[in-house]
């Protein structure tokens, strides 16, 4: 007997091309619910290796162990026994678009995501849907230079000693609940290597939709930099829209070696109905430099806070934020710096707009160990809230354990200036476009540091989240 579905209520927002459902097809799935038969029944599906069912078998045990995070927003509504944990979709994994079935290929055409590789914008491209990777394909030239990026499942099959070296190394299953549910099913993602030296300009992107109803996404990346090196990953998500609770909680794992920098942006553009659980961290080596780019839309409920650990000396950290919160929304965001070497530095520039009585959190860690001399740390946190229902909190953590350190936190919290608008109004300009450009210029310091097409998108959500809501 097919369960009872819980119903969420969801906002009634046009979300356009992101809303446009495929119909609910699959070539197999799990029932819902989270079991140890489940667990098994993913492994077996991929033919993974032993000591891999181990871990995730390892993993359950610890979900099983763990309650609901009480330092976040609610989590109650979710609930395992009405989640779908594996679907994978009526495709098999190729690199070249025709193969891909024409519903889930037209989906990715609406996304922009064909059109934006044939454009040399990307030098890889990965395509995710529901819980497996459906297209892949790297430029040949990164490959000449023994660059690999592929889907997760490859990565283990073909590099299966390196995978074993570094899964769950920066991420554990014991940080919280959510992070051991995702090593317990996770499924699809992507794995990037860059060897020494070698400079990955053109970005890469993965692209994950989520189109079942009902269902979780698990995706685990992970990236690994190694000496002199340099890469730019870009992350898409989104999903249409249901009654029902979907859940995300993928895992990003990042090892950047010593003297390389990686960028890392992600552009979220969730549904209302979807919880999203993300962990992210990297890992970095002396010298080495994290830059976060991150965009925060849609979720009923985020969390979401990148975490930097700065583990050689003169290692850095630099993150960029923005998040909006409409109505019924909790977007709990921000990032945590660890320095665990001397003459370490971070940054944190976050960034929250929140209207129609929507919840936009702050919520941070700096850690300075004792051993972390001349290390240096900046925070600072703005929030813009458009009407009098809205609510915005800056909640930072510090950890401070050496007095030979420069840190500074700054938090600003405002509403839109009454005369800014009149002054724009008596230029010609509509109440409500008055506020709209303060509302872009606000968010303007957070696109200038997105690729032209990505910094055009975020700007397209903040519209689309003004719309009609402001005048």
Not at 97 to 111: E, G, Q, S
Not at 260 to 277: A, F, H, P, V
Not at 410 to 415: L, N, S, T, Y
Request: hydrophobic share 35%; glycine share 8%; proline share 4%.
């Amino acid at each position: 007997m097919e369960s009872k579905k819980k119903k969420t209520h969801v906002e009634d927002l046009d979300r356009g091309i992101y809303d446009i459902k495929d119909k609910f097809t699959y070539k197999s799935k799990t029932i819902e619910g989270l079991t140890e038969e489940i667990v098994r029944q993913i492994s077996a599906e991929k033919k993974e290796p032993e000591w891999m069912l181990e871990y995730r078998l390892k993993a359950l045990e610890i979900y099983n162990s763990k309650t609901n995070p009480v330092w976040g927003p609610d989590l109650s509504e979710v609930d395992m026994d009405q989640i779908t944990t594996y679907i994978r979709p009526d495709a098999e994994l190729t690199d070249d678009w025709k193969y891909v079935p024409d519903d889930i290929r037209n989906t990715f055409d609406r996304l922009g995501i064909p059109e934006a590789e044939r454009d040399y914008l990307l030098s890889g491209v990965g395509a995710q849907y529901d819980s497996e990777v459906v297209y892949h394909n790297i430029q040949k030239f990164l490959l000449d230079q023994g660059v690999v990026y592929t889907d997760f499942e490859t990565g283990l099959k073909e590099y299966p000693d390196v995978v074993k070296k570094y899964f769950g190394k920066c991420i554990s299953p014991n940080l919280h609940k959510y992070a051991a549910l995702h090593y317990a099913v996770w499924s699809g993602g992507s794995f990037v290597y860059v060897p020494k030296g070698v400079k990955v300009d053109i970005p890469l992107q993965s692209y994950f939709r989520l189109n079942a109803p009902g269902a979780g996404q698990f995706e685990h990346t992970l990236i690994i930099l190694e000496e002199d090196a340099y890469c730019h990953f870009i992350e898409g998500c989104s999903a249409p829209r249901y009654n029902v609770v979907n859940l995300h909680a993928g895992a990003v794992e990042l090892f950047v070696g010593e003297n390389s920098t990686l960028r890392y942006s992600t552009i979220e553009n969730w549904s209302r109905n979807m919880y999203n659980l993300n962990t992210k961290r990297a890992h970095v080596e002396k010298n080495g430099k994290i830059e976060w780019i991150s965009g925060s839309f849609g979720s009923k409920v985020s969390m979401l806070y990148p975490a930097s650990v700065l583990k050689g000396e003169g290692a850095s950290s630099e993150y960029v934020g923005i998040s909006f919160a409409g109505k019924d929304q909790n977007i709990d965001t921000g990032a945590q710096a660890i320095h665990l070497a001397p003459y370490t530095t971070s940054t944190v520039n976050s960034k929250s707009i929140a209207k129609a009585g929507g919840k936009a959190i702050y919520r941070g860690l700096v850690k300075i160990a004792k051993d972390a001399h001349h290390s240096k740390a900046s925070v600072s946190c703005e929030s813009l809230m458009i009407d009098n229902e809205s609510r915005s909190d800056t909640i930072p953590a510090i950890d401070i354990q050496n007095r030979n350190v420069d840190f500074g936190h700054e938090a600003k919290i405002g509403r839109i200036s009454d005369e800014v608008i009149f002054y724009l109004m008596t230029r010609g300009i509509s109440e409500e476009e008055a506020k709209s450009m303060v509302v872009r210029g606000f968010a303007e310091p957070i696109a200038k540091e997105l690729p032209m097409e990505y910094a055009v998108e975020m700007n397209n959500l903040i519209n689309l989240e003004l719309e009609g809501s402001i005048g």
